[in-house]
């Protein structure tokens, strides 16, 4: 059974040293196949913050880990409008990744990640038409039976966070399209700093059956109305359980469980006391 970290918003820069230390520990304790990090890696996407982002990294890899991540708009300079615009992830591409749509295959589970980071705005994300066909076309050279994920940093749908609706990604109808017919399972996003998991057809009528999971920021000083965490996810044949690990003071520790079950087209909550299919 495939196991996922699902990490984001780590903001180096506004980043409590002491959580990032308590995120390697538990991630090093449940022991996953791979670790997605959706986004906002720094607080202003300075030479600094990337380094010590990078050191993060390497420090994972260390330990075994594989990791796949995008960027998110804080990893777009804000006030160097000169870089901003003309190469505005040069340094997330010199100390992250240089892919910034990165792919990768493990037994029974295939995870592509999507850069929706844009110059042109401060805060919301985009996709294009070139994305999409990206998304369709990578996902068509995968098993008919491999579980599918896409990663991206801002979510597909908006979402209800601290009493407001967080805006859904600019172009929405057309990641809409690519998802529902690439077959894709699970989206996996942050920005909003805050848990949760949802059915993509609980959200907007025509968008399918995929899983949508948010993730609450991992280290960041910066919280709405929860407290630091991140997502373990565990992938099996007909059935998805997502833990979310919260902050217990210096530490990271199991909050909740959700259990879901693929039925009628859609993942749908398993009750407690009901076992999956």
């Known amino acids: 059974m495939p196991r996922l970290i699902h990490l984001s918003d780590l903001h180096f820069g506004a980043h409590d040293e002491q959580l990032v230390d308590a995120v390697e520990i538990r991630v090093d304790e449940l022991k996953p196949d791979l670790v997605v990090i959706s986004g906002d890696f720094t607080q202003r996407a300075r030479t600094e913050q990337f380094r010590e982002a990078c050191k993060f990294l390497e420090r994972?890899?260390?330990?075994?880990?594989?990791?796949?991540?995008?960027?998110?708009?804080?990893?777009?300079?804000?006030?160097?409008?000169?870089?901003?615009?003309?190469?505005?992830?040069?340094?997330?591409?010199?100390?992250?990744?240089?892919?910034?749509?990165?792919?990768?295959?493990?037994?029974?589970?295939?995870?592509?990640?999507i850069n929706t980071a844009r110059s042109l705005t401060f805060k919301d994300g985009r996709i294009n038409q070139e994305q999409v066909a990206f998304i369709r076309e990578t996902f068509s050279r995968t098993p008919r039976e491999a579980f599918r994920i896409l990663v991206t940093h801002h979510p597909l749908f908006a979402l209800e966070v601290a009493g407001e609706t967080a805006p859904a990604i600019g172009r929405q109808e057309l990641a809409l399209?690519?998802?529902?017919?690439?077959?894709?399972?699970?989206?996996?996003?942050?920005?909003?700093?805050?848990?949760?998991?949802?059915?993509?057809?609980?959200?907007?009528?025509?968008?399918?059956?995929?899983?949508?999971?948010?993730?609450?920021?991992?280290?960041?000083?910066?919280?709405?109305?929860?407290?630091?965490?991140?997502?373990?996810?565990?992938?099996?044949?007909?059935?998805?359980?997502?833990?979310?690990?919260?902050?217990?003071?210096?530490?990271?520790?199991?909050?909740?469980?959700?259990?879901?079950?693929?039925?009628?087209?859609?993942?749908?909550?398993?009750?407690?006391?009901?076992?999956?299919?």
């Open 60 to 113: 994972l890899q260390r330990g075994g880990h594989e990791v796949l991540g995008v960027p998110g708009n804080h990893d777009v300079p804000l006030y160097d409008v000169l870089r901003r615009f003309l190469s505005p992830l040069a340094r997330y591409r010199r100390f992250i990744d240089d892919n910034l749509c990165p792919f990768v295959e493990l037994p029974g589970i295939a995870v592509l990640g």
């Open 177 to 277: 399209d690519a998802i529902e017919e690439a077959g894709v399972d699970m989206l996996l996003a942050g920005h909003n700093h805050h848990a949760s998991s949802h059915s993509a057809s609980d959200l907007v009528t025509r968008a399918g059956g995929a899983l949508v999971v948010q993730a609450g920021t991992a280290t960041s000083t910066r919280v709405r109305e929860q407290e630091q965490s991140f997502n373990c996810i565990d992938v099996a044949d007909a059935s998805i359980t997502i833990t979310v690990n919260s902050r217990a003071g210096d530490h990271f520790e199991p909050l909740d469980s959700q259990r879901y079950a693929w039925e009628e087209g859609q993942w749908r909550i398993v009750p407690a006391a009901e076992p999956a299919h």
